[in-house]
C-alpha cells in the first residue's frame, strides 16, 4: 500500500525549527490547524494547506496563505478533527502532530482521547522536542534508544498485553484504565515492542 505522510501543526506548544523543518522536510504533506499557520511561517516552513475555524490564525498568514485555506463545512468539531477528517478523506496513511498539547490541559486532555477514533485508518505521532507520544489500537514495534522512559497508559481496557525490549516486561496482561504499573518503564535496546488483543492505549517514549 502506498504511504502518505502528513505533518499536521497545532495552535499549542510547539517545537524549534530546527525540529519543526526536519519534521516537514520528511512529509509528503503540510498541513496547519488554524493559528498553527503562523507557527510554520515563524520557522520557515510554508505549509500546504490551512485547516480550521480560522479564529486563532492571524490576518497576515491569512493574506499570505489564502490560496492554502480548506474550506470544510462543518464547525460543530475541532479544528483537530477537522483536519483528521480531512486526512483521512484524502487517504493519507501517516501523521505527526504538533502543537496539540500545552498549557490549556483541557484542550490537551481533549485532543488525546480524540485520537483514539482515527488510530484504526492513520498512524498517528504527537512529537515533542524530547518525546513522542504513539496511540495504539493493535501493536507496533517501536525503535528507541538504550535507557529512555516509556509509559503505557492505557484508554480502555487492554487484554492479551505484552511488552518486550523494556527492563519490566508483561505477557498476556490485562490493563485497566487509571492503572499506574505500566509508568516510567526503561528500554533495553534499540526497539521495543507492544502487543495486545483488544483496547486502545497511549505508547508515551522519550526519545
Known amino acids: 500500500m502506498q504511504t502518505y505522510r502528513a505533518l499536521l501543526i497545532g495552535n499549542g506548544e510547539t517545537v524549534s525549527a530546527r525540529l519543526l523543518k526536519q519534521l516537514a ?11 498553527g499557520a503562523d507557527h510554520a511561517l515563524a520557522c520557515g516552513v510554508i505549509p500546504d494547506g ?7 490564525v ?17 464547525q460543530e468539531n475541532t479544528d ?13 496513511t501517516h501523521v505527526t502532530l504538533i502543537g496539540f498539547v500545552g498549557d490549556r490541559w483541557d484542550f490537551s486532555v481533549g485532543n488525546l482521547l480524540a485520537l483514539a477514533r482515527f488510530t484504526r485508518k492513520l498512524k498517528i505521532c504527537l512529537a515533542g522536542e524530547k518525546w513522542r507520544i504513539f496511540p495504539l489500537v493493535r501493536g ?3 525503535t528507541c534508544k538504550k535507557n529512555k522512559r516509556v509509559s503505557i497508559i492505557p484508554l480502555k481496557t487492554c487484554t492479551g ?3 518486550s525490549g523494556l527492563k519490566y516486561p508483561l505477557k498476556n496482561e490485562k490493563l485497566l484504565p487509571g492503572t ?11 526497539h521495543f515492542e507492544i502487543t495486545f488483543t483488544h ?8 526519545v
Open 180 to 190: 499506574t504499573r505500566t509508568l516510567s518503564n526503561l528500554t533495553l535496546q534499540t
Open 25 to 35: 522536510a520528511q512529509a509528503d504533506y503540510v498541513l496547519t490547524a488554524d493559528g
Open 80 to 92: 483537530l478533527e477537522k483536519a483528521l477528517l480531512w486526512l483521512t478523506k484524502h487517504h493519507f
Open 140 to 142: 507496533t514495534k517501536l
Open 161 to 163: 498485553v505484552t511488552l
Open 58 to 74: 492571524s490576518a497576515a498568514a491569512k493574506r499570505k496563505l489564502a490560496d492554502r485555506i480548506l474550506h470544510v463545512p462543518s
Open 199 to 206: 483496547g486502545c492505549l497511549l505508547v508515551y517514549q522519550e
Open 50 to 56: 490551512v485547516i480550521g475555524d480560522l479564529d486563532s
